[in-house]
């Protein structure tokens, strides 16, 4: 069995040439993998902003769309995570594209080999209120509802991009100022937290066998490895293109 990862696609940051063009390359990507693939495993933040209502879905991203409808025609699993900003998923990928859509971290076995798979954004946050508090927020049920019978869709949508583009903006500028009294938090140390995450599971969780931890959400890619733990964190398209597979032996390798 062969299985790829990706997240963190970001599509429709930013309505520009260059994200149409990461489109493409997305879409180049699905279908080379597509060829040998069993599985697909999207694990976050695929869309930079997507909110559904009961008969209304995000313009755009038809190109992607297509081709996850005729992987899944054709047989292959894709497993959808929803991350920090796609998380208001409804059923459409699913009854639309035959997508399978989780919304929490799970344990996923692939022939023996057990992998725990999780967007990473709201992990050991115990010591951050505010995001902690954000986290509670989007993720209401109530507050989902009262959005979509409030705001009209064109609104949502601009408010949404709005949100996300002002978000990835800070984030830059601190990720890139060398001043910034949060520049060391960013690269490799920004995905310290997972990894403390990973060790802690596998630490309270001594009968579950997890042969890998595959994260997103830090826009690092990195393989870290020591003795008893794999994980693996994939990058962000726009940034660095990247994505991980687990082959027919159970090895999974960063891309």
């Not at 005729?70 to 047989?75: I, N």
């Not at 100022?177 to 938090?185: A, G, L």
């Not at 393989?223 to 398209?237: Q, T």
Request: include cysteine.
């Amino acid at each position: 069995m062969t299985v790829y990862f990706a997240s963190d696609v970001h599509l429709g940051s930013a309505v520009s040439d260059s994200q149409r063009e990461v489109e493409r390359r997305f879409v180049a990507w699905l279908d080379r993998v597509g060829g040998d693939a069993d599985v697909i495993v999207l694990d976050g933040d695929i869309f930079d902003f997507w909110f559904e209502y009961r008969r209304v879905v995000p313009k755009g991203f038809v190109r992607t769309l297509g081709k996850l409808a005729s992987l899944t025609d054709r047989g292959v699993r894709i497993l959808f995570f929803t991350g920090n900003h796609d998380m208001w998923i409804r059923d459409y990928l699913h009854t639309e594209c035959g997508v399978e859509i989780h919304t929490a971290p799970c344990v996923l076995s692939f022939d023996g080999t057990n992998v725990f798979v999780a967007h990473g954004d709201n992990m050991n946050i115990d010591g951050k209120p505010m995001l902690k508090f954000m986290n509670t927020v989007f993720r209401s049920s109530w507050l989902r509802f009262l959005f979509s019978w409030l705001v009209h869709p064109d609104l949502a949508m601009r408010f949404g991009r709005w949100w996300s583009n002002s978000s990835r903006r800070k984030h830059d500028r601190r990720s890139n100022d060398p001043h910034s009294n949060r520049h060391h938090e960013y690269g490799e140390k920004s995905t310290e937290p997972l990894i403390r995450y990973a060790r802690d599971y596998r630490d309270a969780h001594p009968q579950e066998k997890i042969d890998h931890y595959v994260f997103g959400h830090m826009h690092c890619p990195r393989d870290y490895r020591e003795e008893g733990l794999h994980v693996v964190h994939l990058g962000c398209w726009a940034q660095k293109e990247s994505y991980a597979v687990l082959d027919s032996k159970g090895d999974l390798t960063l891309k």
